[in-house]
């Protein structure tokens, strides 16, 4: 029973135009979420949050929405940049530990 | 050290073999998980500390996994009996504090085990 769904495992996009990541989740009770990034053979770094309380969160160029009623969050990229290239993680906090998605690879090409 | 070390960077176990996955976290990191990511996946929860207490060790798939952090620091993932299922990625992350890893900072992650099982 997957939690936190990630549908698209791909997207590519011209460098300089938006890129748009997308997630579902399931339970309501969530109070958290997270995006974060992953280069091959590192761990995920932490991109922005945001608390269940909000629609919004913007940090320079990456912005983050959640619709509650919706059960949906989006990770907007804007301009987006060679070096965004990577897997993008989004992920929950419920019952005090993070449960994440199965992770979107983005491809920004010059 | 700047940042959280895992160490070995790589494993290859036969299966039936046991193995060790050490986690160096940020020092003074009072929280600290392990999750486990397979091939094309994202990371699954196995366990969580908060200092040297664990306070949560649901994700564990099988009591061959054992997990202990004696003094609040390093902390060593124990698997027995090595299975190829156990093929993956093991990431440790700790946080300053339970509350502190959600918002700016998140959770800082290490670089992972990959365990291959052969």
């Known amino acids: 029973d997957q939690q936190v769904k990630q549908n698209s495992p791909s997207l590519s996009v011209q460098e300089g135009r938006i890129s748009i990541l997308n997630c579902d989740y399931t339970n309501s009770m969530f109070d958290y979420f997270l995006w974060y990034k992953k280069y091959p053979a590192e761990g995920p770094t932490f991109l922005i949050s945001i608390s269940s309380i909000k629609d919004k969160n913007e940090d320079g160029r990456f912005t983050v929405f959640l619709n509650k009623s919706a059960k949906h969050l989006s990770l907007h990229i804007v301009p987006s940049q060679p070096g965004d290239s990577a897997v993008y993680f989004c992920a929950a906090r419920g019952g005090g530990k993070l449960i994440f998605g199965q992770g979107t690879e983005l491809s920004v090409k010059p | 050290g700047a940042g959280v070390s895992q160490s070995p960077r790589y494993k290859v176990a036969k299966r039936g073999q046991d193995v060790a996955l050490r986690c160096d976290p940020i020092?003074?990191?009072?929280?600290l998980f392990w999750y486990q990511q397979a091939l094309g996946q994202g990371p699954e929860f196995l366990t969580y500390f908060q200092n040297e207490a664990q306070l949560d060790k649901s994700g564990l798939p099988s009591d061959r996994f054992f997990a202990e952090r004696p003094e609040g620091s390093v902390s060593t993932l124990k698997i027995q009996r090595t299975q190829q299922e156990d093929s993956a990625v093991y990431l440790c992350a700790s946080s300053l504090s339970p509350g502190q890893g959600l918002t700016n900072y998140g959770y800082t992650f290490g670089s992972g085990t990959r365990l291959t099982v052969v």
């Open positions: 020092s003074g990191h009072v929280s």
